[in-house]
């Protein structure tokens, strides 16, 4: 039983559409078969307005019947727990799960998100390419040698990975066939089709604005 | 019951000594009163002697009988799901405790651990200033509400959030009292302090070099 609400933004400019986060707890949702409902806190002044549902003033926020959560990593491991979809019944794989989902976010968010903060502003170069470089290498190694990241199937962990990934600014897919190889059997599920589709439509047809 | 094994280092140079993130294991194993032995991979050729165990050659890894872990925060959740006293048993606290381990991982880590990185070379102007600021001015106004994150008690995400903001080359402590007296809090516990002895004592009475 779930009583989900996901809160987003009511309107993003076309550039991060698809990208925002809430994504994450949709395709979640839609990979456990949970029905949800979306909620919306202003764009403009967002670093301000909802402070106290998100101290850092950004989205996604997961309510979940009386438990209230931000951080999209956080919203994610609540809602695999609920599934057996994203996250296997067995203790032992379940922390495989749980692992990854820290690596997707501590190991290599924390490399890819402030390379594109920096890249943003059209530095002559960017001091976290290297680093960038060497996690996405290693990672390809991993990804040479499996289909999904724990127990042959598609969990929690790949949904999180492949998000991480899947933009083709962060990830030069060219020399990382593995990679691609993965986000594309990850994008290509009609759980993140749906996700997707929901989330551009969201966006679409809100009538606020910046 | 637990059968716990912390891996780290044999050894590293004075600088990160007291830092290495095993310490995080330690700890909570010292909070939780679970015993735990400590075995070593060499830190020379670090980067590819044990990707085996850590596809990003990286420590600390935790193994509890069966369970094989790499990543300190998910090594961090495997322990505080065994003991009360890093993670409340009620369901809608014990989320929160998440939340704010993702959160220490996701949304402050992810700007001080690569704002050092480029720190260390030493640049004119360091482009994450800007945005590191801003994040612990926001944790700054958090940690003026609360002695602690979750429930009016210390849990795994004080540990957490205190090991990421203790050093004060990534936090300035000056504009930021509360901050300052929060982690103060954390590390005069009795468990971080026997966490810290071993670490430094760990690398002190190693005979490897690099």
């Given at each position: 039983?779930?009583?989900?609400t996901i809160w987003?933004?009511?309107?993003?400019?076309e550039g991060?559409?698809?990208?925002?986060?809430?994504l994450r707890?949709r395709w979640?949702?839609?990979?456990?078969?949970?029905?949800?409902?979306?909620?919306?806190?202003?764009?403009?002044?967002r670093?301000?307005?909802?402070?106290?549902q998100?101290?850092?003033?950004?989205?996604?926020m997961?309510?979940?019947g009386?438990?209230?959560?931000?951080?999209?990593g956080?919203?994610?491991?609540?809602i695999?727990?609920?599934?057996e979809?994203?996250?296997?019944g067995?203790?032992?794989?379940a922390?495989?799960?749980v692992?990854?989902?820290v690596a997707?976010?501590?190991?290599?968010?924390i490399?890819?998100?402030?390379?594109?903060?920096?890249?943003?502003?059209?530095p002559?170069?960017?001091?976290l390419?290297?680093?960038?470089?060497?996690?996405l290498?290693?990672?390809?190694?991993?990804?040479?040698?499996?289909?999904?990241?724990?127990?042959?199937?598609?969990?929690?962990?790949?949904?999180?990975m492949?998000?991480?990934?899947?933009d083709?600014?962060?990830?030069?897919?060219?020399?990382r066939?593995a990679?691609?190889?993965y986000?594309s059997?990850?994008?290509?599920?009609?759980?993140?089709?749906a996700?997707y589709?929901a989330?551009?439509?969201?966006f679409s047809?809100s009538?606020?604005?910046?």
């Open positions: 039983m779930s009583d989900i987003t933004y009511d309107w993003v400019p991060p559409r698809g990208f925002v986060r809430d707890l979640a949702c839609e990979e456990s078969g949970l029905r949800y409902r979306v909620k919306t806190v202003p764009f403009k002044d670093q301000t307005n909802h402070l106290g998100h101290p850092f003033g950004q989205v996604p997961l309510c979940d009386d438990i209230e959560l931000f951080e999209s956080a919203g994610l491991l609540h695999a727990r609920k599934s979809a994203l996250m296997p067995d203790e032992r794989q922390a495989k799960v692992q990854w989902i997707a976010l501590s190991s290599v968010e490399v890819t998100i402030p390379w594109w903060y920096i890249e943003k502003a059209g002559s170069e960017n001091p390419s290297g680093w960038m470089a060497t996690r290498d290693q990672l390809e190694a991993v990804l040479e040698t499996r289909e999904w990241l724990v127990s042959d199937r598609f969990t929690a962990a790949d949904l999180l492949a998000d991480v990934l899947r083709d600014k962060i990830c030069d897919f060219g020399s066939p990679t691609q190889a986000v059997r990850a994008v290509d599920r009609p759980a993140f089709q996700a589709d989330q551009m439509e969201h047809s009538s606020a604005t910046d």
